[in-house]
T-cell receptor, first 112, second 114 residues
Framework: QQPVQSPQAVILREGEDAVINCSSSKALYSVHWYRQKHGEAPVFLMILLKGGEQKGHEKISASFNEKKQQSSLYLTASQLSYSGTYFCGTSISSGSARQLTFGSGTQLTVLP | EAQVTQNPRYLITVTGKKLTVTCSQNMNHEYMSWYRQDPGLGLRQIYYSMNVEVTDKGDVPEGYKVSRKEKRNFPLILESPSPNQTSLYFC?????????????FGPGTRLTVL
């Protein structure tokens, strides 16, 4: 089952902040965040693991609430280059499955 | 240069004509996946592999086959393509035997089935 992302779309002015949310109905082991620009492959932003470990780019901030199976990506002081579609991907915490399931995306547009 | 390569990048074919999309990575990654991307549906995992000779179904495996005979290669096979398999396909790889690290994506293969 796909994680649910919200909002589906957001429009910002340069310098404004945004939060993108990702929630799952299953207990999660990892949450991934990627950004994709039109016509290109997704690019890694951050991964958050059960237990608190985080790996990613220094300028990206995210949180992972394991109890609520929710994650949020925080984009502060947005720049034009932040425009694109943001995807969260989740892997579950139980069993032998090693799937990575992505949400349907959040389209972010940053205007000058 | 560390990379994931896919071939072909673009393919137009007809219903029922078997095809293979190749994926290769030069980073010695254990975990490899195939995704399809359709408007409004995000990335959906087709198959994944945790290591050589170990593969498993993702969320949308119907109509696809994979094999992992070498660590670097993970081809996607459509034995009898149908128009509903028209999509943008991405291969990805990462360290470890699960999706616990950064996924490196290939450039994508745009497939049209007529």
């Amino acid at each position: 089952q796909q994680p649910v992302q919200s909002p589906q779309a957001v429009i910002l002015r340069e310098g404004e902040d945004a939060v993108i949310n990702c929630s799952s109905s299953k207990a999660l082991y990892s949450v991934h965040w990627y950004r994709q620009k039109h016509g290109e492959a997704p690019v890694f932003l951050m991964i958050l693991l059960k237990g608190g470990e985080q790996k990613g780019h220094e300028k990206i901030s995210a949180s992972f609430n394991e109890k609520k199976q929710q994650s949020s990506l925080y984009l502060t002081a947005s720049q034009l280059s932040y425009s694109g579609t943001y995807f969260c991907g989740t892997s579950i915490s139980s069993g032998s499955a090693r799937q990575l399931t992505f949400g349907s995306g959040t389209q972010l547009t940053v205007l000058p | 240069e560390a990379q994931v390569t896919q071939n072909p990048r673009y393919l137009i074919t007809v219903t029922g004509k078997k095809l293979t999309v190749t994926c290769s990575q030069n980073m010695n990654h254990e975990y490899m996946s195939w995704y399809r991307q359709d408007p409004g549906l995000g990335l959906r995992q087709i198959y994944y592999s945790m290591n050589v000779e170990v593969t498993d179904k993702g969320d949308v495996p119907e109509g696809y086959k994979v094999s992992r005979k070498e660590k670097r290669n993970f081809p996607l096979i459509l034995e009898s393509p149908s128009p509903n398999q028209t999509s943008l396909y991405f291969c990805a790889s990462s360290y470890g035997q699960g999706p616990y690290n950064e996924q490196f994506f290939g450039p994508g293969t745009r497939l049209t089935v007529l």
